[in-house]
């Protein structure tokens, strides 16, 4: 008896050892919100759905801030009152704007209002063809234009963010080295943890660095292009905006993406 166990032994523990084995890899953690393209294809779809402004309406009550809009009231026609109604809450800069603002009375619509969330979903758009372009089959050239499409896609999102949340670059008293801007997230990884937020002049820096990086890539890359996505004339315009909204802190000279 004693000899048929010492014989299994062996057996037995190698078949734990297995299963052992099998199960630590089921129940390694892995991130079920991160994307894993596998062509270049996956990544053209990629980049049209989760990293350009498709079907995104951004920063709808911007212009209710500022003095580029007049209220003329409803003017007892239906339409015209439910208009204003809707846009109360923001021209008349109510303290509780964005509640009052996803209320059914106002916008209803949590998405439109919250632009940080909106932009950040955008960025990891960016962020997963960035990181996937050097890791998936096709062109070689296709691949390249695609990573400048999304460096320079990442770069505008980020000047809207520092626009929206930080303060103006060259305000009175306002040091951009120290003065908070927004969290600069610029891998794909997904965790839980909070971001701390760069400086105006370190996100500055960073979308001036992408948009070099993404036009360098574009210009080297040629690829058929249409209106509705970046082209390699378009990051150039956005340096001089960029330099604008430093000067002037206004995000007026920001390039329009069809």
Do not use: H
Not at 2 to 26: D, I, N, W
Not at 52 to 74: E, I, W
Request: proline share 6%.
């Amino acid at each position: 008896m004693r000899r048929v166990t010492y014989r299994m032994f062996p057996a037995v523990m190698l078949v734990c050892l297995l299963l052992m084995t099998g199960c630590s890899k089921f129940l390694e953690e892995q991130s079920q919100d991160e994307v894993r393209p596998s062509s270049v294809e996956d990544l053209i779809a990629l980049m049209a759905g989760e990293a350009y402004p498709y079907n995104n309406t951004f920063l709808p009550v911007l212009s209710l801030l500022t003095d580029d809009v007049q209220c003329n009231g409803g003017q007892n026609q239906t339409e015209y009152l439910a208009v204003t109604v809707k846009g109360k809450s923001a021209f008349s800069w109510s303290k509780n704007m964005f509640e009052e603002l996803v209320l059914p009375t106002g916008l209803a619509a949590t998405g439109a209002v919250n632009v940080w969330a909106t932009l950040y979903q955008k960025i990891a758009g960016c962020n997963t063809v960035i990181e996937y372009t050097g890791k998936v089959q096709g062109s070689a050239a296709t691949r390249n234009y695609l990573k400048g499409e999304a460096l320079c896609m990442r770069a505008y999102y980020y000047l809207m963010l520092v626009n929206l949340f930080g303060k103006p670059y060259n305000a009175e008293g306002i040091d951009p080295e120290q003065s908070p801007g927004v969290p600069l997230k610029l891998t794909m990884s997904v965790n839980d943890a909070l971001f701390a937020r760069n400086s105006v002049a370190e996100v500055y820096r960073q979308i001036e660095t992408d948009l070099k990086e993404g036009a360098a890539l574009m210009e080297n890359n040629p690829q058929p292009v249409n209106v509705y996505k970046f082209t390699p004339l378009q990051p150039m315009p956005c340096f001089p905006g960029c330099t604008s909204t430093r000067k002037n802190g206004m995000m007026s000279s920001l390039m329009p993406i069809k």
